[in-house]
């Protein structure tokens, strides 16, 4: 049997489940029982593989039957083929699972703004399940099996519609643990007395020296501290009571409303970029996705 090149250099697939359960039971007649077929089919599709690689996979003595050592080798293979197979096939009915909306966004509005939202809108809505899918690329959503996304950006996306859910601004942020021994934060200048923490986006211009001049503060060293590229990771370190964060007032709000976080002044920086809910037109045509993103517009207060 001729072999053919590149990628579909390949054995006859059809052939796998009959040929594993042989090798597997080293009986040809065993191997029938456990897949309802009969033995001449499970003799015919191992005679396909040892056609196609040119070599016996069974030695045949009288009525009985043994893997060769080629046969134990290629079993092995079968089975993770056939292993990895079952998983993909068990996972994509995940994605026939009725009531079933897909939401993406990123790791930091999931974890800072939506995971606490998310259990009114199952408590109103029973019969509909979140997949909550996180990640900061932002892949197109033509070919991608997502319904909605919250993303960070300018609100120029092809292709899709956008409603933008908030601006974004940033203001200094800490914790009540962090002051000790009478310390306090009432003027820009006492920040200099604590260790900053920084956000480094590459998308984000915003930054302490940034909010210092803002201040008419200038020629202060800001560089030193904790530095994170995400910005629900910096909250955190700044809820430990490890330092002063230019934090995101969005990401934040539950945290200040709580009093884990303090917000010492009113002044702030608007940040280059919004949060906004995206998705291709002919999604809200389904009545859960529909639901979905109504429920995301009442919690931003739209």
Known sequence: MKRRAGFNRLPPLSALRGF??????????????????????????????????????????????????????????????????????????????????????SPSIANKWLMKRLPTFKNSNPDLDVWLYTKYAQEELENAEIDLAIWHGSGDWAGVETIKLFDDVVTPLYSPKLLTNNQKIEQPEDLVNFPLIHVEQVERREDWAAWFAQEGIHELTTAVGYNFNDSSLAIDCTAAGQGVVLGSVILAQDLIASGDLIRPFESQLDTEFSYYLVYRPEKIKHENIERLRQWILSEAGL
């Open 20 to 105: 594993e359960s042989a090798a597997r039971l080293n009986s040809f007649s065993k191997a029938s029982e456990e897949l309802f077929m009969t033995q001449s089919a499970i003799s015919h599709q191992v005679k396909l593989l040892e056609e196609y690689f040119g070599q016996p996979l069974f030695k045949r003595v009288n009525r009985t039957v043994e893997v060769t050592d080629a046969g134990i080798d290629f079993l092995k293979t079968t089975q993770l083929v056939l292993s990895q197979l079952q998983k993909g096939t068990i996972r994509l009915e995940f994605f026939n699972k009725p009531g079933l909306v897909v939401l993406t966004t």
